[in-house]
């Protein structure tokens, strides 16, 4: 059973949301809040697999939420996704950057809208190769800081191709396929990476990727 929670200002958002999660055998929502300082309290509580977080509330917005949640150490299995009524935002890059998994746009479709939850779930980025693309163009078009160059020193040589390939939006599988070793060769390398970088998931791992340097908007 995924167990899931929800934090959205609009009673209205949070109770459509609600129904569908409900009407699924493998989805349960065990709570729900309307500001972000109710919604961390919650999680903290519950501890659930993934917490849904509207990007734009009173009080504690979705932002400074997501923070507090991926700031915890008790809290490492929660899956943050935040989400938004306007596409890709500046909100929506300082909260995946904060440590949000991904984002959902609120006129999302009902199926991929439970195809999402169950995604974050199992622990992969919701950022699809046009997303990865977007962030680059908006956002990472700048020089890389040295600080951020330095960081991919640690890493091998077939770490730095994973996250190479894990920017561009292939999962474990099509890594493993590209790079010619097993799916759990994949999933180590990236795993090591993340470990190594101090990213909490796959998203921060493409952030991590772009701002280093290490792909960049010609490469994709």
């Given at each position: 059973?995924?167990?899931?929670l929800l934090v959205d200002d609009q009673p209205?958002?949070?109770?459509?949301?609600?129904?569908?999660?409900?009407n699924e055998d493998d989805l349960e929502v065990v709570a729900e809040a309307g500001d972000g300082h109710e919604g961390v309290a919650l999680v903290r509580r519950h501890r659930p697999d993934v917490a849904l977080l509207d990007v734009r509330m009173p009080r504690v917005d979705g932002i400074e939420a997501t923070r507090r949640i991926t700031a915890d150490p008790a809290l490492t299995e929660v899956h943050?996704?935040?989400?938004?009524?306007?596409?890709?935002?500046e909100y929506v890059f300082e909260a995946l950057r904060a440590g949000a998994a991904g984002?959902?746009?609120?006129?999302i479709l009902p199926e991929d809208f439970l195809h999402a939850v169950r995604v974050a779930a199992r622990?992969?980025?919701?950022?699809?190769?046009s997303i990865t693309r977007k962030l680059i163009d908006r956002y990472v078009t700048q020089a890389p800081p040295g600080d951020a160059r330095a960081a991919l020193t640690g890493l091998t040589a077939r770490e730095r191709e994973a996250v190479t390939l894990v920017a561009r939006g292939l999962s474990n599988d099509q890594i493993a396929v590209r790079m010619v070793i097993s799916p759990v060769t994949a999933k180590?390398?990236?795993?090591?990476?993340?470990?190594k970088l101090h990213a909490r998931d796959r998203a921060q791992l493409v952030i991590i990727a772009y701002e280093s340097g290490l792909v960049t908007a010609r490469g994709v």
């Open positions: 059973m995924i167990r899931v209205l958002i949070r109770s459509g949301f609600r129904a569908l999660l409900d943050v996704v935040v989400l938004t009524n306007y596409g890709l935002d984002f959902l746009v609120k006129d622990g992969d980025a919701l950022l699809a190769p180590t390398h990236v795993n090591r990476a993340m470990t």
